[in-house]
C-alpha cells in the first residue's frame, strides 16, 4: 500500500447551500449550489441514503470493502483488537454558504439504544475560513421552552440561547454530543467526527426539508430531545471548548482523545509522520509524502501498512485518527 490520494466526495442535493469554497480550495471545477460537505475516507453513509457519501477509491472499490478484505493491513492489529474494521472516525470538508440550523447529535449511549448505530456524533472543527459559529447554551433552558420554540420555528430566539464564537483561521472547536450549535455562513472548515450521520434539528425554517418530518431520526420530538442538552454552559466550559493553538503538535483538548485526534504538522523540509491509519489534509504550501505530491487542498489516506510516512518540502498538514485503541470503551 501507499499513500491515496482522494478526488472531493461531495453528496448532492444536500439541505443547504455551499460547496464553492470546496472546490476552490482543492482546484476542482466548480460546485453545484448545494453540495457544501466533502466526506473524505469515508465508509459512512448519508442517514437514510446507503451508500451515499461512503468513499470510492481510484480503483473504483469502496472503501469498507477494500478495509474488510485486510483490516490489519489499513487499520494495524492493535487497532482492530480494539474496534475490529470500524476505522472510528470519519473527516469532512464543510462550506457553510448560508447559516446552518440550531442542532444537536446524540452521544452513543443514546444511538445504540434508540437507533441501533454504533456510534454517537461527537465532533470538532478546524477553521480554514473565519466567521462566527455558535456553541452550547447561554444558561439552562427548560424542556418546555425549547419545544415551544422549535414548534414555532423561532429561529431568532432558538440562535440567541447559544454562545457566539467568532473564529479565525487555525482557531478549533470541539463540539460535545448533545450540545446545540451551528455555524455561520461563511465559515469553512475541517471537521473530525464519529462516523455518524445523526442529527437532531430544532430549525428548518430557510432551509429545504421539512423538520416536522425529517428533523428527528424518526424518533419523533419527544424521545429525540432527550438527546439535548439543556445546561447551560459556563465561561471556562465555554473556553476548554474553543481553541486558538499556537504551534503544531495535537490541537484538540483532551476530552476529544476518546473519540478521535488531529495534529498540525509544519512542514520545512525533511521529517516523518508517525504511522498509523490516518487522514491527511493539506492546509497550505506544497508538501510531497512517500514520493506522492500533497499541494495544498489536497487531502489523502495513509493505511497503517505505510510505517511511518516521511514528508518533505514546505506547508501545513492536519493528520487526523482515530482514538488509540486503549480508548476501547
Not at 46 to 74: H, K, R, S, Y
Not at 85 to 109: E, I, M
Not at 216 to 223: C, K, R
Request: glycine share 12%.
Amino acid at each position: 500500500m501507499n499513500l491515496i490520494v482522494l478526488p472531493s466526495n461531495r453528496p448532492p442535493n444536500r439541505f443547504y447551500r455551499g460547496g464553492r469554497r470546496i472546490t476552490d480550495f482543492r482546484g476542482e471545477p466548480p460546485a453545484p449550489s448545494h453540495e457544501p460537505e466533502d466526506w473524505i475516507a469515508s465508509t459512512t453513509s448519508v442517514f437514510g441514503e446507503p451508500g451515499v457519501g461512503v468513499t470510492a477509491l481510484p480503483n473504483g472499490v469502496p472503501m469498507p470493502t477494500a478495509i474488510g478484505q485486510d483490516p490489519e493491513a489499513w487499520l494495524g492489529k492493535d487497532h482492530v483488537a480494539a474496534f475490529g474494521s470500524d476505522t472510528k472516525l470519519l473527516v469532512k470538508l464543510l462550506d457553510a454558504g448560508q447559516r446552518l440550523p440550531v442542532h444537536a447529535h446524540p452521544d452513543g449511549d443514546f444511538a445504540s439504544k434508540h437507533l441501533g448505530h454504533a456510534h454517537g456524533k461527537a465532533e470538532a472543527w478546524y477553521i480554514l475560513n473565519g466567521g462566527t459559529v455558535y456553541l452550547g447554551l447561554r444558561q439552562d433552558v427548560s424542556s418546555l421552552e425549547l419545544r415551544g420554540l422549535l414548534e414555532r420555528q423561532d429561529s431568532e430566539g432558538l440562535l440567541d440561547l447559544l454562545n457566539p464564537v467568532d473564529v479565525s483561521p487555525g482557531d478549533v472547536v470541539y463540539v460535545p454530543s448533545g450540545e446545540l450549535h451551528a455555524i455561520g455562513e461563511g465559515v469553512f472548515l475541517l471537521e473530525v467526527q464519529e462516523p455518524e450521520d445523526l442529527s437532531i434539528l430544532l430549525e428548518w425554517r430557510d432551509f429545504e426539508l421539512d423538520g416536522f418530518r425529517d428533523g428527528h431520526l424518526g424518533l419523533g420530538f419527544d424521545l429525540a430531545l432527550r438527546a439535548v442538552s439543556h445546561r447551560g454552559l459556563g465561561k471556562k466550559e465555554l473556553e476548554e471548548l474553543a481553541l486558538r493553538p499556537s504551534k503544531s503538535g495535537s490541537v484538540l483538548p483532551p476530552a476529544a482523545d476518546e473519540y478521535f485526534r488531529v495534529e498540525r504538522i509544519f512542514v520545512d523540509g525533511p521529517q516523518v509522520i508517525d504511522p498509523g491509519f490516518a487522514v491527511i489534509v493539506a492546509v497550505r504550501g506544497d508538501v510531497t509524502a512517500t514520493g506522492t505530491p500533497v499541494p495544498a487542498g489536497s487531502t489523502a489516506i495513509a493505511p497503517h501498512s505505510i510505517g511511518p510516512l516521511p514528508v518533505t518540502g514546505q506547508g501545513e498538514l492536519l493528520v487526523c485518527r482515530p482514538p488509540r485503541p486503549e480508548h476501547r470503551s
